[in-house]
């Protein structure tokens, strides 16, 4: 049976439970149930299941932030280069998240597509969606 990885991380003490490596920032675990989770980088999932195929296109990325001053703020937002903009939510250069700086992800999913990634945004901002982020993320 083959294994495939969530990106879920322990909290304590920042390390992961079980069988777990770090890739890009990213904590991934393998599940008890071996099913792939939502939030799988489609580059990673090619290179681990054996596939030799190269993405035409760069990924987008939808993102949640969490506020490391007060645990209650959140911020979604989508980018295509993850770590730059993170760094510049962490460098006050985004007005929104300037004022409860710094920022840590909580949650990123990657796309192949970048018009599904903008809709997911979308989705994630609307009522329904912060409901399913709060709950699953």
Same mark, same amino acid.
């Not at 090619?46 to 993102?63: A, E, I, R």
């Not at 932030?65 to 903009?85: E, F, M, N, P, V």
């Given at each position: 049976?083959?294994?495939?990885?969530?990106?879920?991380?322990?909290?304590?003490?920042?390390?992961?439970?079980?069988?777990?490596?770090?890739?890009?920032g990213?904590?991934?675990?393998?599940?008890?149930? +071996?099913?792939?989770?939502?939030?799988?980088?489609?580059?990673?999932?090619?290179?681990?299941?054996?596939?030799? +195929?190269?993405?035409?296109?760069k990924?987008?990325?939808? !993102? =949640?932030?969490?506020?490391? =001053?007060?645990?209650?703020?959140? !911020?979604?937002?989508?980018?295509?280069?993850?770590?730059?903009?993170?760094?510049?939510?962490?460098?006050?250069?985004?007005?929104?998240?300037?004022?409860?700086?710094?920022? =840590? =992800?909580?949650?990123?999913?990657?796309?192949?597509?970048?018009?599904?990634?903008?809709?997911?945004?979308? !989705?994630?901002? +609307?009522? +329904?969606?912060?409901?399913?982020?709060?709950?699953?993320f």
């Amino acid at each position: 049976m083959l294994h495939q990885p969530s990106l879920e991380r322990s909290e304590s003490e920042g390390c992961p439970a079980g069988d777990a490596q770090r890739v890009g920032g990213l904590w991934l675990t393998y599940n008890s149930r +071996s099913r792939l989770r939502l939030g799988m980088p489609s580059a990673l999932t090619h290179h681990l299941l054996g596939m030799n +195929s190269t993405l035409s296109c760069k990924p987008t990325y939808v !993102y =949640i932030l969490k506020s490391q =001053i007060d645990s209650t703020a959140h !911020y979604t937002g989508c980018t295509s280069d993850l770590r730059a903009r993170l760094k510049k939510h962490n460098e006050g250069g985004v007005p929104h998240t300037a004022k409860l700086k710094p920022w =840590i =992800i909580e949650t990123a999913v990657s796309f192949r597509d970048s018009t599904k990634a903008r809709a997911f945004e979308k !989705y994630l901002k +609307s009522g +329904s969606g912060r409901e399913f982020a709060r709950r699953h993320f």
